[in-house]
């Protein structure tokens, strides 16, 4: 059974090669996984349920048959498979070599790895033997981030994080190219359009190219990521974990204290926390502390809660309006986490600013998110804006709009206002720069 299994998978044994439409379109991440290809350490690929893992091994598998690996020297364990879950590692490596006529070095994939107990023993083994020329891991779980991994596997491993489609990724994908300095006026009203739609619906992959049924798609993924990967496997009471999830997602970009959200959900401080993390290890939501310099303060101000996919938050959340602004902080925090960035909220009494990036020991850089910037707020984001800069002895401060755009000067500091759709392009434009030459 277990062979059979294997070839369900392992299409290219037969084929030759990997079907097209396993391998989609692709992304920027396969691109970096496969320039650092040549070094010995495994892969680990970590990332909410449908962001796109399965799709990029895929690709790294058909880029290393085009580069002449014989196909059968590439073994694909799916462990979402029930017959391969319930089966050994070494069972599963033996059926391999016993019905292949396999020869000289074998790369390894081993997809949704969060399902195997203890797989990360059974793995650097194999990589401190060399049984495998490259082992690739992917799970979604960021258990695989943690030190308890990090430990077993320190110099062996290298980590990528994958997120949903960036606006750039979801532009190329809806087969749009644009050079965000040279848009023609038309170019921009079609980006400023796919913006508000890549905000109403997010960026899993599927959804992209199945905007008739996106919400009854995302739903679907919410409730598979709150059951297998929350509920299920840390053997919960599922009803207020699903009551606490539903209200966090409903009340995204917005503080939130334990105490508060125990009242909420019935539960206490204690139960909350570890819901919380349970759910930010399945990359569901995300916590953000105050930035202070006392610890104490991190733990015990409230927190603002994010959630991965501004499309999933739609889909399953209760609400009564557009909620724009909720949603734009939401784009701009998960745009920080892909660049990963350290990120806080700051606050002093009187003024706030969305997101500090703290580099090192050292504060470098501000982001206030204003939708609407009518001269009330513009007055209110400036002078929160203003006062941090002022804090932390920086010269330039970011207002991220909806259209709005201009360089001031305010007090001797610049602030600079950028919508958001160009700030997103402009971003992942340098970035990926930036791991070119890396």
């Excluded at 070839?7 to 991440?29: A, F, I, K, S």
């Excluded at 049924?213 to 990967?229: A, F, T």
């Excluded at 496997?233 to 606490?244: A, D, P, Q, V």
């Excluded at 909720?326 to 600013?353: D, M, P, Q």
């Amino acid at each position: 059974m277990s062979f059979e299994s294997l070839l369900e998978w392992n299409t290219w044994w037969r084929d030759g090669g990997v079907d097209e439409d396993l391998r989609g379109v692709e992304r920027r991440y396969t691109q970096n996984i496969i320039r650092q290809a040549s070094l010995q350490h495994i892969k680990i690929l970590a990332g909410v349920r449908r962001s796109g893992k399965s799709t990029i091994l895929y690709q790294i598998i058909h880029k290393l048959i085009e580069d002449g690996v014989n196909p059968k020297n590439i073994l694909y364990v799916n462990f979402e498979d029930e017959n391969l879950l319930s089966l050994d590692f070494d069972k599963i490596i033996e059926a391999y070599l016993e019905n292949l006529d396999v020869k000289g070095d074998i790369y390894l994939f081993l997809d949704e790895i969060q399902e195997r107990k203890k797989w990360e023993y059974w793995v650097k083994k194999q990589y401190d033997l060399r049984k495998f020329r490259q082992i690739f891991i992917s799970g979604s779980s960021s258990s695989l981030l943690l030190s308890e991994y990090a430990r077993l596997l320190t110099g062996r491993a290298l980590t990528f994080q994958i997120y949903p489609l960036s606006f750039s990724e979801f532009l190329n994908f809806r087969g749009f190219k644009v050079d965000v300095k040279l848009l023609s006026s038309r170019e921009k009203a079609k980006t400023r359009r796919l913006f508000s739609e890549y905000l109403k619906y997010g960026g899993f992959p599927e959804v992209v190219f199945e905007k008739k049924r996106g919400y009854q798609i995302l739903v679907e993924y919410y409730h598979s990521i709150l059951e297998k990967d929350v509920i299920t496997r840390y053997n919960l009471e599922g009803s207020k974990l699903r009551g606490l999830a539903k209200y966090l997602m409903t009340n995204i970009s917005s503080l939130h204290s334990y105490k508060k959200l125990g009242s909420v959900a019935n539960l206490s401080t204690t139960t909350v926390s570890e819901h919380l993390n349970h759910i930010e290890n399945a990359f569901l939501l995300f916590q953000v502390p105050i930035f202070s310099h006392k610890i104490k303060d991190q733990l015990q101000y409230p927190r603002k809660i994010y959630s991965i996919d501004t499309g999933l938050r739609n889909a399953v959340s209760f609400r009564f309006s557009e909620d724009k602004g909720k949603l734009t902080e939401n784009l701009v925090f998960i745009e920080l986490k892909r660049r990963g960035r350290e990120v806080f909220y700051w606050a002093n009494g009187k003024s706030e600013v969305d997101f500090l990036m703290k580099d090192d020991l050292k504060v470098r850089e501000l982001i206030q998110v204003c939708c609407d910037l009518n001269e009330e707020a513009k007055e209110r984001e400036v002078k929160g804006v203003l006062a941090a800069m002022k804090e932390f002895k920086l010269k330039r401060g970011l207002i991220l709009t909806w259209e709005y755009e201009q360089v001031e000067e305010v007090d001797g500091k610049t602030i600079i206002y950028l919508p958001m759709w160009k700030w997103l392009l402009e971003e992942e434009e340098k970035h990926g720069k930036t791991k070119e030459n890396a």
